[in-house]
């Protein structure tokens, strides 16, 4: 089967820097996925990794290590308006290229 | 340009009522998805349509789920007979198409709010 996993709650301080973690087992792999959910609205992207590496966009960066499974969201600078949930999604590939998505890490920033 | 739009943005029904709801994904986009999200939980896979391929309906939880899509555009969800688990956030997604890279990438819509009372 399919398996995503990710920490279900985190806490961080405004300014600070935070790691969220995603760790996968999945049949195949097409690139990995990051979306930021805000409570009562709906996800949208924040980032795309396909080879090992870091991907850097302004306070947000993504990791991803292939032969680990293992993928982070980091997250800098935090501002209260990053609390939200952050949710991995792995294209696992097959016929149809579906995305399974976590069950999300919902992240508070406090003051 | 127009994202993808849902309708009913909420939706009141009774228990045992059928309901229906609508997807209009972004023009262009072969890949759509459905998701239920129940309150403070992740996204449950419900079905995915790509092209004209056999929809993959491998997340519908009963036989009381079904859609439609209707070519490249529209897709409805009907629930039928409907319980009260059956309240969350359905939510649908699309992307240019069902393929490896950015290309997957899924763009959500607002979401329907169903209440089964």
């Known amino acids: 089967g399919q398996n995503i996993d990710q920490p279900t709650e985190m806490t961080a301080t405004e300014g600070a820097i935070v790691q969220i973690n995603c760790t996968y087992q999945?049949?195949?792999?097409?690139?990995l996925f990051w979306y930021q959910q805000h409570a009562g609205e709906a996800p949208t992207f924040l980032s795309y990794?396909?080879?090992?590496g870091l991907e850097e966009k302004g306070r947000f960066s993504s990791f991803l290590s292939r032969s680990k499974g293992y993928s982070y969201l980091l997250l800098k600078e935090l501002q209260m308006k990053d609390s939200a949930s952050y949710l991995c999604?792995?294209?696992?590939?097959?016929?149809?290229?579906?995305?399974?998505f976590g069950t999300g890490t919902l992240l508070a920033v406090q003051p | 340009g127009a994202g993808v739009s849902q309708s009913p943005s909420n939706k009141v029904t009774e228990k045992g009522k059928d309901v229906e709801l609508r997807c209009d994904p972004i023009?262009?986009?072969?890949?759509l998805y459905w998701y239920r999200q129940r309150l403070g939980q992740g996204l449950e896979f419900l079905i995915y349509f790509q092209g004209n391929s056999a929809p993959d309906k491998s997340g519908l939880p009963s036989d009381r789920f079904s859609a439609e899509r209707t070519g490249e555009s529209v897709s409805t969800l009907t629930i039928q007979r409907t319980q009260q688990e059956d309240s969350a956030v359905y939510l649908c997604?699309?992307?240019?198409?069902?393929?490896?890279?950015?290309?997957?990438?899924?763009?959500f819509g607002p979401g329907t709010r169903l209440t089964v009372l």
């Open positions: 999945t049949s195949g792999f097409n690139g």
């Open positions: 999604a792995v294209n696992y590939g097959g016929a149809t290229n579906k995305l399974i």
């Open positions: 997604a699309s992307s240019i198409r069902g393929t490896s890279g950015r290309y997957n990438e899924q763009f």
């Open positions: 023009s262009g986009h072969t890949a």
């Open positions: 990794n396909v080879l090992d």
